[in-house]
């Protein structure tokens, strides 16, 4: 990816994640090379409505619907407050969106099960 200023802090958190899991994404779906540089988003922080912003404050209309069907968009008034109220109950579902700064450092942080295994990718279902 070129060097953008616009896009520092999200281009270091890539080399970082792409040090310990291959193309910095533990899906391909939402690997780097699916977008285009300098145009997509790589590190989403949050969203509201049909916008998301990037680790660099960069915000963007989310055409691509979290990979999923966003009828709602993001930070739904009643959505929100019926995901609240089940979080009170101490229940939550681990198909929440986790940031995928988290999986990779969460991988940094896994002895490889190889040892000559440089970099893995931890599949969603355990991770």
Request: proline fraction near 8%.
């Amino acid at each position: 990816m070129d060097a953008n200023p616009r896009y520092r802090k999200s281009q270091a958190m890539l080399a970082r994640a792409e040090r310990v899991i291959p193309l910095g994404s533990q899906t391909f779906s939402k690997s780097r090379v699916v977008y285009p540089a300098n145009a997509a988003p790589l590190f989403v922080t949050h969203g509201k409505g049909a916008h998301v912003w990037d680790v660099d404050g960069n915000e963007y209309v989310d055409f691509v619907n979290g990979l999923l069907p966003v009828v709602l968009g993001y930070d739904d008034v009643d959505v929100t407050a019926a995901v609240i109220e089940q979080l009170k109950s101490g229940v939550y579902a681990r198909s929440f969106p986790a940031r995928r700064w988290c999986a990779s450092a969460r991988t940094a942080a896994t002895p490889p099960a190889a040892p000559c295994a440089s970099r893995a990718r931890i599949p969603a279902a355990t991770a």
